[in-house]
């Protein structure tokens, strides 16, 4: 019995509310409401108001797909951070280097000034 008032009190401390009411409003209230829209489409098979329970499930699938959606920009994200980091490196090691061709410099000038204010990126010319 101790163990399991541990694991709950352990859970509770886990879920940390922030003072943000809008983080707090997505992270609790949205499970919970999807969660309630579901059982009432599951339950709406008796009920005799024309197109309530396709309306719900039309509005459930649309949220399940935004939050899939925004789940994989994220990971996108992420990943496109590591490619441009990646690039940044590279372009970097050949910034300082005066033999390149000139449309060369001018592209690596070009992408360090578009990203210098994303990354704080030095470039050795300026």
């Given amino acids: 019995m101790n ?10 401390q886990s879920l940390r ?4 009411p809008a983080v707090n409003a997505l992270k609790y209230t949205w ?9 009432l ?13 396709g309306a719900i499930g039309g509005f459930l699938e649309l949220a399940k ?9 994220s990971e996108d994200v992420l990943e496109l951070q590591k490619h441009v980091t990646k690039l940044t ?7 300082g280097v005066h ?7 001018i592209r690596i000038e070009t992408f360090f000034g ?3 204010s994303l990354h704080a990126v030095p470039f050795a010319g300026s």
């Fill in 65 to 73: 797909t935004a939050e899939a959606a925004s789940i994989q920009n």
């Fill in 3 to 12: 163990t399991k008032l541990k694991t709950i009190k352990s859970n509770l």
């Fill in 41 to 53: 489409e599951k339950t709406l098979d008796g009920v005799p108001i024309p197109g309530l329970k």
């Fill in 17 to 20: 509310i922030t003072s943000d």
């Fill in 114 to 116: 578009s990203t210098r």
């Fill in 31 to 39: 499970p919970a409401l999807k969660l309630a829209l579901t059982v």
């Fill in 89 to 95: 490196r590279i372009l970097k090691r050949w910034s």
């Fill in 99 to 105: 033999e390149l061709p000139p449309e060369l410099i």
